[in-house]
């Protein structure tokens, strides 16, 4: 065992599981086969981690969790090997997660509780899903995306960096539904969804752009514009938006706005101008 580790008396270990020093596993936790446990990694009460998955260092598992969950071909014979799911470092799942096999997240991830994330889904660094958050699968997932509680993201959606979503919205896919057709909606860097927005399958919602309260939005998003209303329609220019108290510019948002973002303390300016072509590129940005 490494160093400084705590395993409860009652946790079921599988097979060719790694615990790096100074993890913590509590009471009840069932811990698969060719599992991996990063340095300091903290697994609360009765969590359930499945074969095939890694966790990295100083990552914290809420009570009640499942990590790896079994995808639909499982249920077929229950022997199926399930892809591996990674999740980075400096993670924090919080409880009643359900997190499924064959993802990919990146480090400083942060759930609220009960958030379910299906397969194949692939997420970057920095991203918090708010309580009762609700991933699809096949969907990809950028830098520093903040999506707040009860969010569905439909399968085969596209979301790159800097996006925020605000409570209840939906994201949706099916041109005519039910059918077998997936058309996921694209949404691009810095781009805002209000709270109980519904975007409607293949919809482009350009960088930089805002979707009021409450819009049905159907058509694309044009960049730098605020569409609200059902069917949603064009408002204004982002840029026409000011602050209601002191009357100065809220939009382009990165522009006013650093909490929580690696230009955090600077301007997004000097954090733009201080970036290499690496740089540029992990965030799509021109």
């Known amino acids: 065992m490494a160093d400084n580790c705590f395993i409860a008396d009652n946790v079921s270990l599988g097979e060719n599981v790694i615990i790096s020093d100074d993890c913590h596993i509590s009471s009840g936790c069932v811990i698969g086969d060719n599992v991996f446990l990063g340095k300091g990694v903290y697994v609360d009460y009765n969590c359930i981690i499945r074969g095939n998955v ?3 260092e100083n990552s ?15 249920f077929s014979d229950h022997t199926k090997e ?5 999740i980075g470092s ?30 194949k889904t692939v ?16 969907c990809s997932i950028g830098h520093y995306v903040r999506m707040h509680s009860n969010v569905h993201i439909g399968m085969a ?14 994201l949706t896919n099916d041109p005519t539904p039910p059918s077998e ?14 709270t109980s927005s519904t975007i409607l399958p293949g919809v482009t ?27 949603s329609k064009v408002i204004s220019s982002i840029d026409s938006v000011k602050n209601r108290i002191t009357g100065e510019p809220i939009y382009p948002w990165r522009f006013h706005f650093d909490r929580g973002m690696p230009w955090e303390g600077r301007s997004y300016d000097e954090w733009y101008s201080s970036l290499d072509e690496e740089d540029l590129k992990r965030y799509n940005l021109e």
């Not at 959606?157 to 939906?170: C, D, G, R």
């Open 157 to 170: 959606s596209e979301i790159k960096n800097f996006v925020w979503i605000f409570p209840y919205t939906v």
């Open 90 to 119: 400096n993670s924090v799942i919080r409880s009643g997660s359900i997190i499924y096999s064959g993802s990919v997240i990146g480090d400083y991830f942060s759930t609220g509780h009960r958030v379910t994330i299906r397969e």
């Open 60 to 74: 914290v598992i809420g009570a009640d969790c499942i990590l790896g969950e079994y995808t639909a071909d499982w």
């Open 82 to 86: 399930m892809e591996r799911l990674s």
């Open 54 to 56: 890694s966790i990295g």
């Open 205 to 231: 919602i350009h960088s930089d752009s805002l979707v009021a309260a409450g819009a049905t939005v159907g058509k694309d998003v044009e960049k730098g514009t605020i569409v609200g209303g059902t069917p």
């Open 123 to 138: 997420i970057g660094d920095h991203c918090s899903l708010g309580t009762l958050c609700d991933v699809q699968g096949r």
């Open 181 to 194: 057709i997936l058309d996921g909606v694209l949404v691009e860097n810095f781009a805002v969804i209000a």
